[in-house]
């Protein structure tokens, strides 16, 4: 399959270009997204002088009507993808999302189905303060109903989007803001690439220790498991969950009864979060099987702090994934293997 | 322009405020460019008169809300611009602890409730500091600075119609600077001006030259008088201009230098120095000295910024909770 190098935003960018060429009921909705400023962050620069103003509307600043306008497009034969510019401005329009989208097919019994796609962007690591930082994901994976999804690479960024609009339930789709400008191999756009959704990747494989991550923690991951293998000759095996709700138990069990140390690593607040989700499930089905060691990876328990010193002492990093492996591995009588091999 | 109901030598200090908001902004953006600064800042050069206008009505135990551009507002509230430096640089020592930066900067000693990160979260809470105070039969009120683009939230709607309903003693002053990020407010709001709306909601409304100070005093004045003596809510819509980008480098593609252009020759400083000058109270010398005095205390100011103590991470875990 022929590749080139995109940005992660000029892949996503190039997934909702070709959905929209594929399917009229597509349209996009949200704040300064036409062109000249083509969003925010860019990623539907050229959209509206292409498709038309119709088909990409410059939204108010109206967080709530942009979500339940989408919400009645997509009960009436429109398949809708709106952006809400952060992650923090979902909470406007909360009501739309949990109570409307996600359970109007349930409430219906099964009448309708609202393939919306609400694309926002966010997360920490540039000083934007408490109310510009938040990653809420395990919020929506509360949520019955919803599907939650957070891509890591530009390859898996197009592909999930793709899939993304081409699903009939709602999807929230996370695009990690320190993403937007990294490279990577995209396959060309003939090759019409779709990834499922609630299909994990196993983006490094390993032997030793499982990391479950997603989002722009991936990259960390990737990171910190050359460390582990290069100063404890540990292989760890990084899987990146891609899809949050529903997240791919399988995966996460076949390469936990594989390795028997288990680290779940995101950036969000640890409390509640995605992390607990997990590590209790794992728990949960193999804890007859094997010796059960985990850990996890999370933000300390407060907002997300300004100045960049506050920020990085409550956003994990690298460091932690490194240290939590390590820690999981010493529990299990297994710290050292280096020199144990 | 008129002006001839207002004492020269008040007008003099109102300058000076001004005076001190462009200052700083200045001197904000500069350091922003150079890399000294974290996070994002949003410049309120151009739209001097309006906080300076109504805070001009304040005392200091009165109540102001305010937004992403907010130094203009807090400044003309009464604020250290040392310690708002401080805020900027992520000091232990800012307003916030470095905890907030320039989008949160709040000083509840001077009834700052905040700057505000989320486009139109001021308009509610604004309604609420009113309950308070007329629940407790006070006589202060609040001033309620917001954007254009504010007035199409949800949270406008609701909180204006609360203030309304209870007769709250609130200022609503949308500062309308044309734009929304990139998004020209005519073609998010069909209604000619904002007095259209106020009047939707049963109360006074009206529309203001918000780049002339004269102009902002009188429509103020009305509006926190009435608010004070119990009359209720006044929404003014004033009508200006950010010279900048929405933040400091963002390039602004969305608009005509020309429009830029006509907006900065309407400099809501420039009208205020020329009227002092007519009337006698400062000459060009004074003025000249006036700039210079306050050039030298927000240099001074963003230099105890730079100085300041960098916050212990974990300080990070404090105050998420009073008790
Ligand atoms: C609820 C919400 N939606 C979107 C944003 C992103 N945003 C920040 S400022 C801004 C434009 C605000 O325009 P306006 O209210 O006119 O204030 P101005 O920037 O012109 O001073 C937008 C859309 C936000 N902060 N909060
Ligand atoms: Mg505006």
């Known amino acids: 399959m022929p590749v080139r190098e995109l940005t992660m935003r000029e892949a996503l960018r190039e997934a909702l270009a070709e959905e929209m060429e594929r399917d009229p009921s597509v349209f996009l909705l949200g704040e300064d997204i036409q062109d000249p400023m083509g969003g925010s962050y860019k990623v539907t620069l050229g959209l509206s002088t292409r498709f038309g103003t119709r088909r990409v509307r410059n939204a108010p600043i109206s967080e709530a009507a942009i979500v339940g306008a989408g919400v009645g497009a997509a009960v009436t034969g429109s398949r809708p993808v709106v952006e809400v510019m952060y992650v923090d401005f979902l909470e406007i329009a909360m009501d739309q999302l949990v109570s409307q989208a996600a359970k109007i097919r349930y409430m219906s019994g099964g009448q309708v189905a609202v393939p919306l796609t609400v694309r926002c962007q966010g997360g920490p690591g540039r000083s934007a303060g408490p109310q510009h930082s938040q990653l809420l994901e395990a919020w929506f994976a509360h949520v019955p109903g919803l599907k939650v999804v957070v891509p890591s690479t530009p390859r898996d960024g197009k592909a999930l989007l793709k899939a993304a609009i081409r699903d009939p339930d709602p999807v929230v789709f996370f695009e990690p803001n320190v993403l937007y ?43 910190a498991a050359e460390r582990l293998a290069r100063e404890d000759g540990v292989e760890a095996e990084v899987i990146d969950l891609r899809t949050v709700s529903p997240w791919d138990r399988e995966t996460v069990l076949a390469s936990f009864r594989k390795t028997r140390a288990l680290v779940v690593a995101h950036q969000a607040v640890r409390q509640g979060g995605m992390g607990a989700e997990i590590a209790a499930t794992v728990y949960e089905e193999a804890l007859d099987e094997v010796d059960v060691e985990i850990a996890r990876v999370g933000a300390r328990f407060a907002p997300t702090p300004f100045a960049p010193e506050l920020e990085r002492y409550v956003v994990p990093g690298v460091e932690e994934i490194v240290a939590a492996a390590r820690a999981t591995l010493e529990r299990a009588g297994r710290a050292g293997l280096l020199a144990r091999r | 322009m008129s002006g001839v109901a207002f004492d020269p030598a008040w007008i003099v200090e109102l300058y000076r405020r001004m005076v001190r908001i462009r200052a700083f902004e200045e001197k904000a953006a500069e350091l922003y460019q150079k890399g000294a600064l974290p996070g994002f800042l949003h410049s309120s050069v151009g739209q ?88 407790r039969g006070s006589d202060r009120v609040v001033a309620c600075f917001f954007g254009d683009g504010a007035v199409t939230t949800g949270a406008f709607h609701e909180g204006v119609n609360m203030a309304a309903i209870w007769e709250l003693p609130v200022v609503f002053v949308c500062e309308n600077n044309q734009y929304a990020e990139s998004t020209p407010h005519r073609t998010v709001d069909r209604a000619p001006d904002l007095t259209v709306r106020a009047q939707g909601y049963g109360i006074p409304g009206e529309l203001v030259d918000g780049n002339d100070l004269f102009a902002v005093l009188e429509a103020a004045q009305r509006a926190v008088e009435r608010a004070r003596r119990g009359g209720g809510p006044t929404l003014l819509e004033c ?66 910024g730079a100085r300041g103590r960098r916050p212990a991470p974990e300080s990070a875990l404090e105050d998420v909770y009073a008790g």
């Open chain 1, 181 to 223: 400008n990294s490279r990577g191999p995209v396959p060309d756009p003939g090759a019409d690439e779709v990834a499922p959704l609630g299909k994990a990747d196993v983006k490094r494989p390993g032997r030793d220790v499982t990391v479950v991550t997603y989002g722009a923690m991936v990259a960390m991951a990737l990171e």
């Open chain 2, 48 to 135: 001097e008169a309006v906080p300076v206008g109504v805070c001009a009505w304040l005392e200091r135990d009165d109540l102001i809300t305010s937004t992403h551009r907010g130094h203009g507002h807090i400044l003309a509230k009464g604020a250290d611009p040392a310690r708002m430096f401080l805020e900027l640089y992520g000091s232990e020592e800012g307003y916030n602890r470095g905890k907030g930066g320039s989008m949160h900067i709040m000083d509840f000693s001077i009834g700052v409730l905040g700057a505000n990160g989320i486009v139109g979260a001021g308009i509610p809470i604004a309604a609420g500091a009113g309950i308070s105070l007329q629940n």
């Open chain 2, 239 to 304: 009508r200006t201009y950010r010279w900048y980008g929405h933040y400091i480098g963002d390039p602004a593609v969305y608009r005509s230098d020309e429009e830029v252009a006509s907006w900065k020759a309407r400099d809501p400083l420039r009208r205020v120095a020329a009227w002092l000058l007519e009337q006698g109270a400062l000459d060009e010398e004074g003025e000249a000295r006036l700039r210079a005095e306050v050039e030298a205390e927000i240099e001074a100011a963003a230099e105890a």
